[in-house]
Nanobody, 121 residues
Framework: VQLQASGGGWVQAGGSLRLSCAAS????????VAWFRQTPEKEREFVAA????????VYADSVKGRSTISRDNAKNTVYLQMNSLRPEDTAVYYC???????????????WGQGTQVTVSS
């Protein structure tokens, strides 16, 4: 599976961004998809995940209520809508896929290149 994350950019605090993760290769609907983020100062952090077909989702407490993960299996794409962005949301965001629905990064087999999100105060 090849993953391409996009949609990052620069935004002022309180703004919104929608990240996209486009997948190619094997059947996308067979995989759970998650977003992780990382900065040079912090360890990799789980953001959100969505299960294969039933649409179950889970969020990190840090983004819960401000973010929505969704998927369009027909388009092989997963989205992360982020609202009310804060400077602490600044990071490189990675989309990842796995046959396991998990919040743990080691569960995920395939990683995209990442997209930078920068939130200014």
């Amino acid at each position: 599976v090849q993953l391409q994350a996009s949609g990052g950019g620069w935004v002022q605090a309180g703004g919104s961004l929608r990240l996209s993760c486009a997948a190619s290769g094997r059947t996308f609907s067979s995989y759970a998809v998650a977003w992780f983020r990382q900065t040079p100062e912090k360890e990799r952090e789980f953001v959100a995940a969505i299960a294969r077909n039933v649409g179950m989702t889970v969020y990190a407490d840090s983004v819960k209520g401000r973010s929505t993960i969704s998927r369009d299996n027909a388009k092989n794409t997963v989205y992360l809508q982020m609202n009310s962005l804060r400077p602490e949301d600044t990071a490189v965001y990675y989309c990842v896929v796995s046959t396991y629905y998990s919040t743990i990064s080691s569960s995920y087999d395939y990683w995209g290149q990442g997209t930078q999100v920068t939130v200014s105060s």
